[in-house]
T-cell receptor, first 115, second 115 residues
């Protein structure tokens, strides 16, 4: 069965500092990987996705993520965070032909940005 | 360009009451989903549909029912509400087929409290 682990429940980062959110997955084949962001009181917005090809993917809002097959990881990074990046971030995995769109989500990482 | 619209945004129910969460999308997506979000648990799939007249259970279907009479609408019915159904509910949709079926567009969510 597929699963997603986000080891960090909560991260505090200073504005302007770099941010890295960890995501590890368990999956029988090459997965489709996603990062979503949820601002307070809002729905989930897709930040970026990995299907195949270049293992470094660029997303919206200056985020990027790197797929490392050997480590079963898909970590999200941003070089310099802004106060508006305070939100909850979810890693998700999906993709087999019998599970199109039925994503498995991690528990989420809450990001707090301090001045 | 509304995307995925959910109503109501907030609702308080008494134990044993029933209600329907409405979801409609205007993107002509074939696939639709209902997820629930509980603190520290990420999102769990309740039900999904691959097209009008076709629905199937997800990971946590007990206590819920769905129907899909049109491409646009995918209501979620709660029968005999219980405190365990206190949660935030998200409807989502995606296009049919291939890797794109994994790219979900989410509604803004419906916060339900059962007392």
């Amino acid at each position: 069965a597929q699963s997603v682990t986000q080891p960090d429940i909560h991260i505090t980062v200073s504005e302007g500092a770099s941010l890295e959110l960890r995501c590890n997955y368990s999956y029988g084949a090459t997965p489709y990987l996603f990062w979503y962001v949820q601002s307070p009181g809002q729905g989930l917005q897709l930040l970026l996705k990995y299907f195949s090809g270049d293992t470094l993917v660029q997303g919206i809002k200056g985020f990027e993520a790197e797929f490392k097959r050997s480590q079963s990881s898909f970590n999200l990074r941003k070089p310099s965070v802004h106060w508006s990046d305070a939100a909850e971030y979810f890693c998700a995995v999906g993709g087999t032909t019998d599970s199109w769109g039925k994503l498995q989500f991690g528990a989420g990482t809450q990001v707090v940005v301090t001045p | 360009n509304a995307g995925v619209t959910q109503t109501p945004k907030f609702r308080i129910l008494k134990i044993g009451q029933s209600m329907t969460l409405q979801c409609t999308q205007d993107m002509n997506h074939n696939y639709m989903y209902w997820y629930r979000q509980d603190p520290g648990m990420g999102l769990k799939l309740i039900y999904y549909s691959v097209g009008a007249g076709i629905t199937d259970k997800g990971e946590v279907p007990n206590g819920y029912n769905v129907s899909r009479s049109t491409t646009e609408d995918f209501p979620l019915r709660l029968e005999l509400a219980a405190p365990s159904q206190t949660s935030v509910y998200f409807c989502a949709s995606s296009p049919r087929g291939g890797s794109g079926a994994n790219v979900l567009t989410f509604g803004a969510g419906s916060r339900l409290t059962v007392l």
